[in-house]
């Protein structure tokens, strides 16, 4: 028994305040233990609040966004009200006009005049096309 003790003395004044070993490594003394904790929870903090202060700058900037294209949805939505309004008026005006047969013939005349005018354009830069 007198060896034991003496083992245990000598273990102790060897390792020199740490407590023993845990799973293949030294476990420091609490007072060793408590500071690296300390140090390893501020670490964690700083590294926490760093990430709070990103999400928040990222929620931010996402926040800006959303409300940009909310703003400009409005303004689409509201010229293509303005548009339907309009073509729903030009479209009253064509079935006035289409009611009458002396306008359903000049239409149908103008008609083919912008047609033909067409085709002649097509056929000049067909031309110019070929020479050039």
Do not use: P
């Amino acid at each position: 028994m007198n060896y034991r003790r003496e083992n245990r003395a000598s273990r102790t004044s060897l390792f020199d305040g740490l407590d023993g070993l845990e799973e293949g490594r030294l476990r420091a003394s609490s007072s060793y233990s408590h500071d690296t904790t300390e140090r390893d929870n501020d670490e964690a903090l700083e590294s926490l609040q760093d990430r709070v202060s990103f999400l928040k700058r990222v929620t931010g900037d996402i926040h800006e966004e959303v409300e940009s294209h909310n703003r400009m949805l409005d303004k689409v939505g509201n010229k293509m009200d303005s548009a339907r309004g309009i073509m729903s008026g030009t479209i009253n005006r064509f079935k006035l006009v289409f009611e009458k047969k002396s306008n359903r013939k000049s239409c149908k005349l103008i008609a083919y005049f912008v047609l033909l005018f067409l085709v002649m354009y097509y056929l000049i830069r067909l031309l110019n096309f070929i020479k050039g």
